[in-house]
């Protein structure tokens, strides 16, 4: 497609439950990020993909929250035994470069409620 | 650690005035400064950018302005739209960050009064 997509939109979910969310990127975008973004505030920094490698994770708020990128396009944030504070608009972008002048394509977003 | 400010959640302007969106950060270490513009629903997107060695970037109705000695920026709309309606990002990266982590502000929401 022409822009970044990320399914689902919404999910809501139950605490304790597992939940993945997805992006695909804009093709041909190598660098892939994963921000969080909760009500009344900026887009937060969780993680970023160069290829199929995580460059830096240092974003993740702790271990129940892990994503991938097995073939360097798709990526799946994958978070485990979810709580009402992961509840959030979790927001993927993309770009060309991970040079310092790159700006980033947003889909989105994917908002995940946690009752 | 709020290393981009913006200390302003709301402006409301009247439609063809000038809209001024601030921005303050703290660490000198940040080399390029950017604004996304957010729809309701939808991701932000890019606006304008400036790196650190320019003052002044303009593009049409937007400008945007660094001060880094005072570790400022500000975003100029003119003349103001309701379409500009939004909430405004301000973002900042640097080598210090990596080069690629892009730090964000809180926003600041825009309403354009018709």
């Known amino acids: 497609g022409a822009g970044v997509s990320q399914t689902p939109s919404n999910k809501v979910t139950e605490k304790g439950k597992y939940v993945e969310l997805r992006c695909d990127p804009i093709s041909g975008h190598t660098a892939l990020y994963w921000y969080r973004q909760s009500l009344g505030q900026g887009p937060e920094f969780l993680i970023y993909f160069q290829g199929t490698g995580a460059a830096d994770d240092s974003g993740l708020p702790n271990d129940r929250f892990f994503a991938v990128r097995p073939e360097g396009s798709v990526s799946t944030l994958k978070i485990q035994r979810t709580e009402r504070g992961d509840s959030a608009v979790y927001l993927c972008?993309?770009?060309?470069?991970?040079?310092?002048?790159?700006?980033?394509?947003f889909g989105e977003g994917s908002r995940l409620t946690v009752l | 650690d709020q290393q981009v400010k913006q200390n302003s959640p709301s402006l409301s302007v009247q439609e063809g005035r000038i809209s001024i969106l601030n921005c303050d950060y703290t660490n000198s270490m940040f080399d390029y400064f950017l604004w996304y513009k957010k729809y309701p629903a939808e991701g932000p997107t890019f606006l304008i950018s400036?790196?650190?060695?320019?003052d002044k970037n303009e593009d049409g109705r937007f400008t945007v302005f660094l001060n880094k000695s005072a570790k400022h920026l500000s975003l100029h709309i003119v003349p103001s739209q309701p379409g500009d309606s939004a909430v405004y990002f301000c973002a900042a990266k640097g080598d210090h960050t990596g080069g690629f982590k892009t730090i964000f502000g809180a926003g600041t929401r825009l309403f354009v009064k018709a």
């Open positions: 400036i790196s650190s060695i320019k």
């Open positions: 972008a993309s770009s060309l470069t991970h040079a310092n002048t790159g700006e980033l394509f």
